[in-house]
Each structure stands twice: as structure tokens, then as C-alpha cells.
T-cell receptor
Framework: GAVVSQHPSWVICKSGTSVKIECRSLDFQATTMFWYRQFPKQSLMLMATSNEGSKATYEQGVEKDKFLINHASLTLSTLTVTSAHPEDSSFYIC???????????FGPGTRLTVT | GQNIDQPTEMTATEGAIVQINCTYQTSGFNGLFWYQQHAGEAPTFLSYNVLDGLEEKCRFSSFLSRSKGYSYLLLKELQMKDSASYLCAVISNDYKLSFGAGTTVTVRA
């Protein structure tokens, strides 16, 4: 149980375009989903927290107009990187938290490359 | 804010034991996680400690001392597949995880 999927697993896009990444909890309802970014050889940095039906809470330094988060249902959250630039190239990972405990279940990650 | 420190790299031989230390200073504490992450993959859960003491699971054990802001992950009977990055993460009152920079463990034959 507690499986989280992400789609796509990797994407290459041109500078200036927008990319949408989906995060789904497959066998549980996720009251809260988290989006992280990880640059090579660095740790995960929390970008934002999203709760179903409400606006996402962004961490300091993360532009909410650039990284649009929509948590439309208890099983789906999306992250849209708008007007992507090469410096946005990174590994984006989502996690989902159920209602029972503190554990977060991580998706497999999405490798974004902006050319 | 959160401050989580762990060593950058460790090397050990197959069959040996390695201990990865993690110290933390956080505002709000609801437990400490250890994750394993292979290159290009998402983290996988190893352990969760919220009370002081040692939690043992097969070849992996994790220890927590809340008064000292200290934890360690003990890897026993190392195997080549244990070569990975090990992340220490603290969860705060608002369920946010703060990660350390990770410790890259290299297992040599």
C-alpha cells in the first residue's frame, strides 16, 4: 500500500515553455502533498505544501507565480513550471501524507531538463 | 528554522558496519526519519524515531536522543547494494520534512 506515482518520469522542454507534473496517490487519500526539488548532489529542498481544496503554501524563495500548484482532489496534485528556464532543470519529487501518521510517501520523481 | 548536519561521505568495505551520525537543531520536533536514496531515484523509507532509544530492523538500526538532538543510522553486514545516499530528515509540528544534505556511502569489495 501507500504508492505514489508521478508523471512524466522525465521531460525535456525548450526554454520559455510550461511543463506540468502530476503526482497521484494510488491507494490512499492524501490530505497533504509536498513538492520538493533536488539539484545534483544536493538534498531535497521543500518547495511547497498543498492541501486538497486550498491554496498551496510556498517556502521562502519559491516563486508561486512560476511554480503553480493545484491540489484538485485527495489523490492528485499538479505542479506546473511556467516559462521554464535552464536553471529550472532539476529533479522534482512529490510526497503524499495520509491521515494516520507522520510518514510521507514519495513519488519516483520527475527529471526536468530545460534546453 | 531547521539545521541538520550529517557527514558528506563515508566509505566502508563489504561486510563491515558503518554508523552515520546526524545532529539537528529544529523549531518543533515530531520525529526523525532516515531515507536511502540511489542516484536518480526518489528516497525510500528506512526508519522513523520519535522516542529516545534504538529501533532495529534487520541490518539497519536507528538511534535517537532528543535531549542531545542526535541520531545515528547503523548499517550492518554491508552489501554492495547499500552504496547510496542516506538522508536524515526531521519532521516538524506542521508535518514538514527538513532534510540534511545526505551522506554518500560507498561500499567497496
Amino acid at each position: 500500500g501507500a504508492v505514489v506515482s508521478q508523471h512524466p518520469s522525465w521531460v525535456i522542454c525548450k526554454s520559455g515553455t510550461s511543463v506540468k507534473i502530476e503526482c497521484r496517490s494510488l491507494d490512499f487519500q492524501a490530505t497533504t502533498m509536498f513538492w520538493y526539488r533536488q539539484f545534483p548532489k544536493q538534498s531535497l529542498m521543500l518547495m511547497a505544501t498543498s492541501n486538497e481544496g486550498s491554496k498551496a503554501t510556498y517556502e521562502q524563495g519559491v516563486e508561486k507565480d512560476k511554480f503553480l500548484i493545484n491540489h484538485a482532489s485527495l489523490t492528485l496534485s499538479t505542479l506546473t513550471v511556467t516559462s521554464a528556464h535552464p536553471e529550472d532543470s532539476s529533479f522534482y519529487i512529490c510526497s503524499a501524507r495520509g491521515t494516520v501518521d507522520y510518514e510521507q510517501y514519495f513519488g519516483p520523481g520527475t527529471r526536468l531538463t530545460v534546453t | 528554522g531547521q539545521n541538520i548536519d550529517q557527514p558528506t561521505e563515508m566509505t566502508a568495505t563489504e561486510g563491515a558496519i558503518v554508523q552515520i551520525n546526524c545532529t539537528y537543531q529544529t523549531s518543533g520536533f515530531n520525529g526523525l526519519f532516515w531515507y536511502q536514496q540511489h542516484a536518480g531515484e526518489a528516497p525510500t523509507f528506512l526508519s522513523y524515531n520519535v522516542l529516545d532509544g534504538l529501533e532495529e530492523k534487520c541490518r539497519f538500526s536507528s538511534f535517537l536522543s532528543r535531549s542531545k538532538g542526535y541520531s545515528y543510522l547503523l548499517l550492518k553486514e554491508l552489501q554492495m547494494k547499500d552504496s547510496a545516499s542516506y538522508l536524515c530528515a526531521v519532521i516538524s509540528n506542521d508535518y514538514k520534512l527538513s532534510f540534511g544534505a545526505g551522506t554518500t556511502v560507498t561500499v567497496r569489495a
